[in-house]
T-cell receptor, first 112, second 113 residues
Framework: DAKTTQPTSMDCAEGRAANLPCNHS???????VYWYRQIHSQGPQYIIH???NNETNEMASLIITEDRKSSTLILPHATLRDTAVYYC?????????????FGQGTELSVKP | EAQVTQNPRYLITVTGKKLTVTCSQN?????MSWYRQDPGLGLRQIYY???????DKGDVPEGYKVSRKEKRNFPLILESPSPNQTSLYFC????????????FGEGSWLTVV
């Protein structure tokens, strides 16, 4: 099962782009990369997901390397409300499609 | 409104007293799952269900049971709770595997004394 590795913590200045990396070097071809965030101890909130192409939505952009072994979540203009723990998740597809493997998450602190 | 609802949200119980944490979703999702979250250990999957009457173990199933008799409900059962099951529990659901957003409930704080 593919696992993910993320830095434990990062800081970002308010208004600047936050770039959160994730390593998933053992990902297989039919596994999706998901990003979630958790503010305090609330339920994780979906941000974005992708398979191999870069993706963008109203919250963020997801850049996946060509070999799919790593990805970067970009929050283009971070605000104080973006302070949270960000989880990079690889979702196993096929018969094991229900297994979700969470990384340890990156604690992002957005500072004024 | 799309929701995953867990009950109770907060519970203090004693060792050995059976308890059930309910989870219900109103989105007709096939997939449902339970996680526990402990300090320094992140989110760990307990059990998941791909559809009615189909359940499977996650990474930390010991001490827990689940059932999926109907699509909307996926209760988590602790037959004989122990203090090491003190944790924050999350239920989640999604329409299927791999390609769909996963919705999480707000969490259930469980303390076993």
């Amino acid at each position: 099962d593919a696992k993910t590795t993320q830095p434990t913590s990062m800081d970002c200045a308010e208004g600047r782009a936050a770039n959160l990396p994730c390593n998933h070097s053992t990902i297989s071809g039919n596994e999706y990369v998901y990003w979630y965030r958790q503010i305090h101890s609330q339920g994780p909130q979906y941000i974005i997901h992708g398979l191999k192409n870069n993706e963008t939505n109203e919250m963020a952009s997801l850049i996946i390397t060509e070999d799919r072994k790593s990805s970067t979540l970009i929050l283009p203009h971070a605000t104080l409300r973006d302070t949270a723990v960000y989880y990079c998740i690889v979702r196993v597809a096929g018969n094991q499609g229900g297994k979700l493997i969470f990384g340890q998450g990156t604690e992002l602190s957005v500072k004024p | 409104e799309a929701q995953v609802t867990q009950n109770p949200r907060y519970l203090i119980t004693v060792t050995g007293k059976k308890l059930t944490v309910t989870c219900s979703q109103n989105m007709n999702h096939e997939y449902m799952s339970w996680y526990r979250q402990d300090p320094g250990l992140g989110l760990r999957q307990i059990y998941y269900s791909m559809n009615v009457e189909v359940t499977d173990k996650g990474d930390v199933p010991e001490g827990y049971k689940v059932s999926r008799k109907e699509k909307r409900n996926f209760p988590l059962i602790l037959e004989s709770p122990s203090p090491n099951q003190t944790s924050l529990y999350f239920c989640a659901s999604s329409p299927g595997d791999g390609r769909n957003t996963i919705y999480f409930g707000e969490g259930s704080w469980l303390t076993v004394v």
